[in-house]
């Protein structure tokens, strides 16, 4: 199966350098709790799953958001990927399938097109990680802790807490703290993953919401409209 990374527009993390916090070493976490969100991370190389994000941006934590994207992922083992992006009235969805990529805008046609935004290198299986975005194993970095037993909708969940701070790789990159919360069921797969940054220059919000389902996972290949010759 092949190698897929993606990446998404508002993503900061994709650049993002974890510098460690006052008094605390910059190292990976190898506590149990660490190793255990790692693994739940990995479980989706090859897994089919959907996952829903809902990312909000805010000037301040409690004030009210000034921009709103919502995305969807959704891989069928072992290649088929489905990409829907939605802001405001506009919709744009991309499907690959094996080799074949078909774009479409809002409810209009279905286009092949030559660019998939998906790109592909060697022979290992990885697809994006919603939260994350860089498509690598996810191994916190920082503080890494068990909250807890909750339900989620009905499902007996295990709570995990992952802290962190971070700055962009450039001259003037912003720094920030973020705070991932991951619940994982009984199987060790990820059931919900919320991630809020704070900018520490001018005290921006951020929120994303990412909701994980794997049952009933189908893509279709989209049908192209017949052109008439004219």
């Known amino acids: 199966m092949k190698k897929i990374f993606f990446s998404i527009s508002f993503a900061i993390v994709v650049a993002a350098t974890v510098l460690p916090a006052l008094g605390q070493k910059n190292r990976n976490v190898s506590d149990e709790s660490g190793r255990t969100v790692g693994r739940a991370e990995r479980k989706l190389d090859n897994l089919s799953f959907r996952v829903v994000l809902t990312t909000e941006w805010f000037t301040e934590r409690d004030g009210d958001a000034f921009n709103k994207s919502i995305e969807t992922f959704t891989a069928e083992q072992p290649a088929r990927y489905q990409y829907i992006t939605e802001n405001g009235d506009k919709r744009i969805e991309t499907v690959t399938v094996e080799s074949k990529t078909f774009r ?19 022979d290992a299986s990885t697809v994006a990680r919603f939260g994350e975005f860089e498509g690598g194993a996810f191994f916190p970095l920082g503080a890494t802790r068990l909250i807890g037993r909750e339900t989620i909708d009905g499902l ?11 700055a962009d790789s450039t001259p003037n990159g912003i720094t920030r703290e973020e705070t991932i919360h991951v619940w994982l069921n009984g199987e060790g797969f990820i059931v919900r993953k919320v991630t809020e940054q704070t900018m520490f220059a001018d005290k921006r919000f951020m929120r994303s919401v990412a909701n994980y389902s794997y049952d009933d996972i189908r893509i279709e290949e ?7 010759n004219k």
């Open 222 to 228: 989209p049908i192209l409209p017949v052109r008439e």
């Open 156 to 166: 007996s969940v295990t709570h995990y807490e992952v802290s962190k701070v971070l």
């Open 104 to 122: 479409r805008v809002n409810d209009g046609d279905w286009e092949s097109v030559a660019v998939s935004p998906f790109k592909r290198s060697g």
